[in-house]
């Protein structure tokens, strides 16, 4: 698992473009591992994405369309890109003008690595 | 052991606990001293129980820090516990004029990592308080009892129904 | 023999209420305190219950009854408005939502809520001695006074029963027929929204709050008020009386001044052609519908998710101004059945755009700004 972890916090924050990488405990909100930009705090972006996530999970299944499979949260300034399956959730921050594609691929597989 | 002001370190306490409470989406939270005096509360309604928590919150990180003092683990900075229903979060912090300790209780509305995250700057906010800021002179053992009820009676009277 | 509580159930409710404040024994505490007059407690006691059990009906009803007596009419009224929200067949609801709109003038809401009433309890006196009036007043001043009662509200017409606008007496077959014309002050009238109920035991979800603006001067509840209650000139166009199948806007149904001629259900009906696109909904601050409407897999999901996008946008807004990332400017979500857009539109709007699941993220988000484009000349051919 710490294998898996690592490789993938690796594999994302080398995508242009990415501030900071972050698998977070959806349910406690803590960080399992992280590689951070500068000026970041993996206590903040954990615990706000993963109540963000969890949140936005609820909101989806009381208007009854399921579960939810990921966001993607527009800024002025970036993008915040979360997917995951309740227990853990990969988090990326980006920059405004991130290649997006490209990161949603490489969360994506992130998500399918963890599982 | 806090000096006699206890009703307007209530009164400073109450908006920085009532943005705790709302921000990190506690459902309790109770700030006392290391004597276990009560400062501030949010949630509870009886006496019996906040002077429970109190003391017991008090215990705890005398316990905690003299565990961590002999393992040589140094500062400990909080207690989790995950109940089925309930989870709660225990935590010191420092300030020039003494320690204090936050105690919240929340359920699945909220995350250990949002109480942590809040609770921060929590800490924060208190120590900015120029009524922290200082050293506390002694306090006579005699007056321990009182100022513990008179912390318990500022607490609870302001919000509370029973205070109508 | 006891007529009240007694100490004993008084020092249980307060312990479990200590242990956790959702608990439900802060409904007869907070009753109780309410009958010693301690009306402030029992205020405090009740917001922090409803805090926890949002979904509580008697919470919020007790909440009316509270801020009723505290002068608070409107915060009564909003109170109402949510447990017809929850529970849209509650008499104490729609009763207490009759009597406010008939003490201010506003008597198509005032003939809606006391009908449905009426079809829960027909019996009750108050009520039905409520419409008895309402309904010679309507019928005494004939046609203008149906458009100058419809225009009397928020001043945006609605489509009043066919029962009012024929100024016939009788109880309503369905208490809600119709889609409420907003064109003209769409982002007030849409704080009166209007399901329509094809069948008369079709509950629908009557979920109207009262809205901001300038209402007519508060009168006394009673019969005289309503006797007494100035004609205003007809503003709007008189309805038709068809104008009752479900689902359909009906030609010819009234329309404010300057509205356009835009219905708020179709306001993004020009994206509909493109097989992707669910619906586009754009919602005000809270929570309540505008314009639009989407259906996933078969099924409305207008009202669900007018509910809780919301509260998903607040933390969305909260999460980015914690971070320090700027604004928030949009959230794409990826559900089990959809893929949904919500982005800010203006003041506290919130639009949201659905398409089916898979569709091109590119394609969603050019979508959103084509649906954007319309809601705003939606919103400016509204405002007269």
């Known amino acids: 698992m710490s294998d898996a972890v690592a490789s993938t916090l690796d594999r994302l924050s080398h995508v242009p473009g990415v501030r900071s990488a972050l698998i977070v405990d959806a349910e406690a909100g803590v960080p399992v591992a992280s590689e951070l930009g500068m000026g970041a705090s993996a206590t903040a972006v954990a615990a706000l994405t993963a109540s963000l996530f969890r949140r936005t999970d609820e909101a989806v299944r009381q208007a009854a369309l399921g579960g939810l499979g990921s966001f993607q949260l527009e800024t002025e300034e970036g993008h915040l890109v979360v997917a995951g399956r309740r227990e853990l959730i990969v988090v990326v921050v980006a920059d405004r003008d991130a290649q997006l594609g490209l990161i949603r691929l490489e969360v994506d597989r992130a998500v399918e690595a963890l599982q | ?164 | 023999m006891r007529n009240g509580p007694g100490t004993a159930d008084l020092q249980r409710w307060s312990e479990e209420v200590a242990r956790d404040p959702g608990s439900p024994s802060f409904l007869p505490l907070a009753e109780a305190y309410r009958r010693m007059g301690k009306t402030e407690a029992a205020l405090r006691l009740c917001l922090r219950g409803l805090e926890r059990c949002p979904g509580s009906v008697d919470g919020h009803l007790l909440l009316a009854r509270i801020y009723l007596e505290l002068g608070e009419r409107e915060r009564a009224a909003d109170e109402w408005a949510i447990t017809a929200r929850l529970d849209p067949d509650n008499f104490d609801a729609h009763r207490g939502l009759g009597f406010f709109h008939l003490e201010r003038g506003e008597y198509a809401s005032a003939g809606r809520h006391l009908e449905r009433a009426a079809l829960v309890r027909p019996g009750d006196p108050a009520v039905q001695e409520a419409l008895a009036v309402l309904r010679r007043h309507l019928a005494k001043s004939g046609g203008a006074s149906q458009t100058a009662a419809m225009a009397n509200g928020s001043g945006a017409p609605e489509l009043a029963p066919p029962e009012a606008r024929n100024g016939a007496g009788g109880s309503a077959p369905a208490p809600t027929t119709g889609r409420v014309e907003t064109a003209a002050q769409p982002r007030v009238a849409a704080a009166k929204r209007v399901e329509t109920a094809p069948q008369p035991t079709a509950p629908a979800a009557s979920a109207e709050r009262v809205d901001e603006v300038a209402q007519p001067p508060a009168r006394a509840a009673t019969a005289e008020a309503v006797e007494a209650a100035p004609q205003v000139t007809a503003a709007a166009q008189p309805t038709t009386g068809t104008a009752t199948a479900a689902g359909r806007s009906p030609a010819g149904a009234a329309k404010a001044p300057g509205a356009g001629g835009l219905d708020p259900a179709r306001v993004f009906e020009p994206l509909s052609k493109e097989a992707p696109f669910l619906g586009a909904l754009l919602l005000d601050g809270r929570g309540l519908i505008l314009a639009g409407s989407v259906r996933v897999g078969g099924t409305t999901r207008s009202e669900a998710l007018g509910a809780v996008v919301g509260p998903a946008a607040e933390e969305a807004a909260r999460t980015a101004a914690l971070l320090s990332i700027g604004r928030w400017r949009g959230i794409l979500i990826e559900t089990d059945r959809a893929l949904l857009h919500v982005a800010p539109l203006e003041e506290d709007l919130l639009l949201l755009v659905a398409t089916e699941c898979g569709t091109p993220v590119g394609w969603v988000l050019r979508t959103a700004e084509r649906a954007a484009e319309l809601a705003r000349r939606f919103l400016a051919e509204g405002v007269v």
Do not use: C
């Open chain 2, 1 to 164: 052991m806090r000096r006699a002001d206890i009703a307007r370190l209530n009164e400073l306490l109450r908006e920085p606990m009532r943005s705790f409470v709302r921000e990190a989406r506690a459902r309790i939270a109770l700030l006392v001293n290391a004597s276990g005096q009560v400062l501030a509360q949010h949630g509870f309604v009886g006496r019996y129980h906040v002077m429970n928590v109190a003391a017991l919150a008090a215990a705890t990180n005398a316990s905690a820090h003299a565990l961590a003092e002999i393992t040589g683990a140094g500062r400990w900075q909080y207690m989790h516990h995950a109940g089925r229903r309930w989870q709660l979060f225990l935590a010191p912090f420092v300030t020039p004029a003494e320690t204090l300790i936050l105690v919240a209780i929340f359920d699945e509305h909220s995350t250990l990592g949002l109480v942590e995250l809040f609770f921060q700057k929590l800490a924060a906010q208190v120590r900015a308080l120029p009524e922290f800021g200082e050293a506390l002179p002694a306090v006579n053992p005699a007056s321990f009892e009182q100022e513990l009820e008179a912390g318990l009676d500022r607490a609870l009277a302001p919000d509370q129904p029973g205070g109508g």
